[in-house]
């Protein structure tokens, strides 16, 4: 199983930037679609975004279309999530998640996650 740690969240404002990483303990990930999800207090958890293993196919939901961009380097075992204009309904703990296929996407089953990292956006 691919050990999963996230970083860089934090206490913003609205409309500030933050950028999240997300590192694997492992190679194997490479293989494999990675997501973003979060969950915010009293709700469930929600699927923010995934990226394929080839790096050219993204999905988004669509609260974070525009403003959120997922990247990952497949050499150094690490998935980013960029996050602009950022909202105060944008708080929440983000997790990263390793996809069980190469596809990804909200309905995909995701197979190893990180511990997650808090996202706190004031008004």
């Known amino acids: 199983q691919v050990h999963l740690v996230e970083s860089g969240g934090g206490l913003v404002q609205a409309g500030d930037s933050l950028r999240l990483s997300c590192a694997g303990s492992e190679g194997t990930f490479s293989n494999n679609a990675m997501g973003w999800f979060r969950q915010a207090p009293g709700k469930e958890r929600e699927f923010v975004a995934s990226?394929?293993?080839?790096?050219?196919?993204?999905a988004y939901a669509d609260s974070v279309k525009g403003r959120f961009t997922i990247s990952r380097d497949n050499a150094n075992n690490t998935v980013y999530l960029q996050m602009n204009s950022l909202k105060p309904e944008d708080t929440a703990v983000y997790y990263c998640?390793?996809?069980?296929?190469?596809?990804?996407?909200?309905?995909?089953?995701?197979?190893?996650w990180g511990q997650g990292t808090q996202v706190t956006v004031s008004s």
């Open positions: 998640a390793k996809g069980g296929g190469m596809i990804g996407g909200p309905y995909a089953r995701y197979d190893s």
């Open positions: 990226i394929r293993r080839n790096t050219l196919y993204t």
